[in-house]
């Protein structure tokens, strides 16, 4: 059964994962004012837990699963010689196919269902 559900962002608990390719992520940063919240959308599924700083990076993530085959890399790479992984490298092994693939993408649509107002408006 899956899980997801949102915190406040918190740098000491939460990292961006998705936007470099620094090993262990970077911070999150707070909002800046504390009248609006600044959110972590996360979902639990097929024994990982998913982290997203922003439901722009849910979209991408429901991209790259959407698709059935993967190339070995999407883009660029840094341009060091020894450069980290992408976050999609370091997904637990047969996450992104048949049944465990389908319980993501469910997953995933359900945190824009939720908290993406422009994704409700687009279903009905």
Excluded at 31 to 46: E, F, G, M, T
Excluded at 47 to 53: G, I, K, P
Aim: with cysteine; proline share 6%; glycine share 4%.
């Amino acid at each position: 059964m899956s899980k997801v559900w949102r915190e406040e962002a918190d740098p000491k608990k939460h990292a961006d994962f998705m936007s470099n390719c620094m090993e262990g992520g970077m911070p999150i940063s707070k909002s800046r004012d504390n009248l609006i919240p600044k959110w972590v959308y996360l979902a639990d599924v097929c024994n990982f837990t998913f982290q997203f700083a922003s439901l722009k990076q849910v979209k991408e993530c429901i991209e790259y699963f959407e698709k059935k085959v993967h190339p070995g890399t999407i883009g660029e790479h840094p341009p060091y010689e020894h450069y980290w992984q992408q976050w999609y490298c370091k997904l637990p092994k047969g996450i992104n196919r048949g049944n465990k693939r389908e319980k993501v993408l469910k997953a995933l649509n359900q945190i824009l269902d939720k908290w993406d107002t422009s994704h409700n408006k687009s279903k009905h």
